[in-house]
């Protein structure tokens, strides 16, 4: 059961390398990868030193004992190292995990709601990578309001959301282009 959801700090770091390698879903089918694909300089730049860049955002799901049930984090990743779902340079990747134990639970709905909420305040759209075998990722991103604009290394869908700020009551909406 879920306690709280709280933004990552930088002493968060030892999990968040779970986090990320928990994100790199295989299917059930492919035996799964060995944790040394978290040493690789592409993969580690998306939680290496978190909080140092100015642009990193993330939320943990924590569970009712203190424990990290689940994250959702996101940085702004630059050439040589701009990640597999590189959609511009104001364009930070996404990436989400929720433990296995407290998957289907709703955890992903939860952190991508408060995600989104505080991302629209500081950048115009997110991206992200999915593997076209985890078809639950998929429908939460398109329930989510993501779509596929490109298609990655290895088939991966790469998925783009444009934010729209949040606005104070009785503001018009923003339909415009920025």
């Known amino acids: 059961m879920l306690h709280s959801i709280r933004e990552v700090e930088a002493a968060d770091q030892p999990i968040l390398w779970d986090l990320l390698y928990e994100a790199l879903w295989d299917p059930p089918t492919s035996p799964r990868r060995s944790k040394s694909v978290l040493s690789n300089p592409h993969i580690a730049a998306y939680v290496q030193d978190w909080g ?9 799901a924590l569970s009712h004992d203190g424990s990290v049930a689940g994250g959702i984090l996101s940085r702004l990743l630059l050439p040589p190292l701009q990640g597999g779902a590189f959609y511009d ?12 134990t ?20 500081r950048f115009p759209r997110v991206s992200l990578g999915v593997h076209p075998e985890n078809h639950a990722a998929i429908r939460l991103y398109r329930r989510f309001g993501f779509y596929q604009f490109a298609t990655g290394h290895g088939g991966y869908l790469n998925m783009v959301k444009d934010l729209e700020p949040l606005t104070e009551p009785g503001d018009p909406p923003n339909r415009g282009h920025r």
Not at 52 to 60: A, I, P, Q, R, Y
Not at 89 to 100: D, W
């Open 102 to 121: 407290f998957q289907r639970q709703g955890l992903g709905t939860v952190l991508f709601t408060r995600y989104l909420a505080a991302a629209a305040t």
């Open 52 to 60: 140092s860049n100015g642009t990193d955002l993330g939320f943990l």
């Open 89 to 100: 340079v104001n364009t930070p990747q996404l990436g989400i995990a929720v433990f296995p």
